[in-house]
């Protein structure tokens, strides 16, 4: 861990943005062996402008959500800068790719393209909220586990950054595993992945301090999760219901 400030927040961002650029290049790797064409390719490029747009818009909102108390200042015109969520990046890029999609007339899938990119991005990132140790709000509570960490005040915490760090990497793995048996339904492999996070981050932010606490004791974030899963999986179950040999599939 980090003890200054500066370098742990300097440290922090660099991982952040080394992340992203490698999630990018994945992203351009993956586009060219799925045979959907260039970045550079107006579909392509509307694609990446979607995502960044979408992305940096819903990881402020969701941290808003999370932290209303630093939205009540921002509010009252005292300035400070919002954190960030992963969990609002995914989603805001979701949104963000599908309007692009919908405003160049593309129908084809490109999320199972996205998904190691993302994992990989995330994970990276991942060991710079661990590097920032206490100045980072991705702690998890105090734990007497083997496995515990200190993170400079005396007090043994989940490392919940390693834990997300490994179930990202697990859920990429999880949702690209049959790979030739899901790429019969283009973009289920997305869609399981995105599920997934979302689901395990419904769980595992009940290890992390609760800063502001929503109905129920479950943070903004939590409560994200809980209704973007209930939107997205009667999704994930259609799509899944399309695969050549589930029992829907075969009825029809």
């Known amino acids: ?136 709000d991705t702690y998890g509570l105090p734990t007497a586990r083997a496995w515990a960490v200190d993170f400079g005040d005396g007090v043994p915490r989940h490392p919940t950054q390693l834990y997300d760090l490994l179930a990202v990497l697990v859920l990429a793995w999880a949702a690209t595993a049959g790979h030739r048996r899901l790429a019969a339904v283009p973009g289920l492999q997305f869609k399981l992945f995105l599920a997934g996070y979302l689901a395990w981050r419904l769980l595992v932010d009940g290890l992390k301090p609760v800063r502001v606490p929503y109905p129920g004791g479950i943070s903004g974030i939590q409560w994200a999760c809980a209704l973007a899963l209930a939107l997205y999986l009667p999704v994930c179950m259609r799509a899944w219901a399309r695969l050549p040999d589930s029992p829907k599939a075969a009825a029809s």
């Not at 290049?25 to 045979?35: D, P, V």
């Not at 550079?40 to 490029?45: E, K, L, V």
């Not at 969520?85 to 593309?106: C, D, F, N, R, Y």
């Open 1 to 136: 861990m980090i003890d200054h400030p500066a370098t742990a927040a300097m440290a922090h961002t660099a991982l952040e943005y080394a992340g992203m650029a490698i999630g990018v290049a994945l992203y351009r790797q993956n586009r060219s062996a799925q045979g959907l064409g260039g970045l550079t390719q107006p579909g392509g490029f509307a694609i990446i402008v979607g995502l960044l747009a979408g992305a940096g818009l819903g990881n402020k909102l969701v941290f808003l959500i999370e932290r209303p108390d630093v939205a009540q200042l921002l509010w009252a015109g005292q300035w400070v800068w919002p954190g960030q969520s992963i969990v609002g990046g995914l989603l805001g890029g979701l949104v963000g790719v599908e309007l692009a999609k919908a405003w160049t007339g593309q129908t084809r899938s490109t999320g199972d393209a996205m998904v190691w990119p993302l994992a990989v991005g995330i994970a990276i990132g991942r060991v710079g909220c661990f590097l920032a140790g206490l100045h980072d």
